[in-house]
């Protein structure tokens, strides 16, 4: 039979193992919460009013500091928030994974949007999802998803005018990648059913939004 003494030892590592445990589990609901909510923030936004609306409301959830502003030729101007799990993946317990919301701005009003999710080790080729939203002028619908990088990566692009249930699914990053043992492996896990959205189009996409993408999402601690 264990010595009193032991047994209280032993006591105590077990409660301070639990104790880390459900601090950890706590933290780790909390992360994928924020994630879900900054890819709702996108889905929320229609109209400048709306982008307005969320900024403000990211501004007072998570501080002055939670976009990071910049500007870029053309008069673009880019609020980028970001919710990654860095503090989970370096205790080695879910493989990294960020989102992004960028909102571009030009003269005021809403240009367009731009949802990411990146998942795993950019080291080991991590997976990845761009969406893209644009508000501009041109109101004629399309839809296109770039395929150039499948099954590891994806490019989807779309104008504000297509219908309300294509956008839905084209938004519907899974924020099951922060909390997942496993980690997301491709495209697919990130938005589930991204290759059925729209027929290939051999990686074709608009001028606007290459001279766009890589400006705007800070992913320096992946």
Known sequence: MLPKSFRGVLLVLASAVGLLAAGIWVYAAHIRTSATALIDSARRIHSTRDAEREIATWRKRSGPGFWEESDHLGGDHNYDGQIENLFLSRLGVVEPAAVTLSVT????ELRCITLMMTAGRRSAGAPSVWVQ?????????????????????????????????????ALALNAKCFVQFN???????????IWELAAPTSGYLSPNFSNSIGMHVRLNSL
């Open 105 to 108: 701005m030009h003269d005021g």
């Open 133 to 169: 939203e644009w508000f501009d002028q041109d109101k004629s619908p399309h839809f296109r998803v770039g395929q150039k990088d499948k099954p590891r990566a994806a490019i989807v692009e779309f104008s504000a005018s297509v219908p309300e249930a294509q956008r839905d699914r």
């Open 183 to 193: 980690g997301c492996k491709a495209a697919e896990d990130i938005l589930p059913g």
